[in-house]
């Protein structure tokens, strides 16, 4: 039976790596209260010859190259890992939704969603693990070194802890289900790149300490079940230092939302999204008004209000 025609289709949410008090370490997915997508999709089906279609609010970035598209790359290192390829072509349209360097794992999502897409088309040559390792190679091409903080989340869902285990290179952490994040993207890009060259490359021995401090607090009061008391660990001693002041009106509307009572204000990623996180509903609307209004700096901006994934491509349609 001919496989031509036969297709599938994969969303990969949004994420916020780093979660400020994880920077390389944590990953949490992202999706909006008011049930609206947040993230890339990709639909894939197989052809008689290879081809990629780019659509979505954002295909005006995607480079006409294809060759270039983080999408395409996915899809030729894909093939290249099969042990016996004697599959049709693929055409593949990536649906992008997010902005480039906005700092929600764009280039993650788009990479995400294709793999797992092709894996679900391909009938699931790989594991979950091996697909991971693709997401990573594939996605360090775009952010400049290997880290998994943005894939794994997009790919699995929830609040993902990095490890160096090679067998079990992500841990599920507990899902914050109490929080609310408020996310702005003020309306201009951040290259990942960009904003990972401007950190020093040592650090002092104090702030290392403060950093695995504030981290070991995170995870206990996660596992203890006081979400409040996790999100008032949240902070950033290793990127936010250098990267808040390049981040145009990023200082101010941390000041401002924390003397509203947020329990944690960061860089979503490498930025410029901001996030804020709190436990009130009301309070994260409040939070919302007040980002329109002073972080948004052009029509490309926008602010969601969100909650930590449960579910990621791996478990989406």
């Not at 290879?50 to 395409?72: F, I, M, R, T």
Request: aromatic content about 10%.
């Amino acid at each position: 039976m001919s496989l031509l025609g036969a297709k599938a289709t994969a969303f990969a949410p949004a994420s916020s790596g780093n979660l400020s008090v994880g920077f390389d370490l944590l990953g949490a997915a992202l999706c909006r209260i008011d049930g609206k997508e947040l993230g890339d999709r990709v639909n894939v089906e197989f052809a008689q010859s290879d081809e990629l279609v780019n659509s979505g609010d954002y295909a005006h970035v995607c480079p006409q190259d294809p060759e270039q598209n983080l999408v395409w790359q996915a899809y030729r290192l894909f093939r290249r890992g099969l042990a016996e390829d004697t599959y049709p072509k693929v055409k593949m349209e990536l649906v992008k939704s997010l902005p480039v360097g906005s700092g929600l794992g764009s280039s993650a999502c788009s990479v995400v969603a294709s793999l797992t897409a092709l894996n679900r088309l391909f009938d699931f040559p790989y594991t979950d693990a091996a697909l991971l390792q693709l997401m990573g190679e594939v996605e360090a091409g775009a952010s400049g070194s290997l880290h998994y903080d943005n894939v794994a989340p997009s790919y699995f869902g929830g609040l993902q802890l990095m490890t160096k285990n090679t067998e079990q290179p992500v841990l599920a952490l507990p899902n914050p289900s109490s929080w609310y994040l408020v996310v702005a993207f003020p309306g201009f890009s951040f290259p990942t790149k960009k904003a990972r060259e401007i950190l020093p490359e040592n650090y002092a021995k104090q702030e290392v300490i403060a950093n695995a401090q504030n981290l070991a607090l995170f995870t206990a009061h996660l596992y203890r079940g006081e979400e409040a008391l996790a999100a008032r660990a949240i902070c950033d001693v290793v990127a936010e230092p250098y990267r808040g002041p390049l981040i145009e009106g990023f200082i101010k509307a941390k000041l401002a939302l924390t003397q509203q009572g947020a329990l944690a204000v960061g860089i979503s990623g490498a930025g410029p999204t901001l996030f804020a996180v709190t436990t009130q509903l009301e309070q994260a609307q409040a939070f919302s008004e007040y980002l329109s209004q002073e972080y948004i700096q052009s029509s490309e901006g926008f602010v969601h209000i969100c909650q930590v994934a449960e579910q990621g491509a791996k478990q989406l349609n």
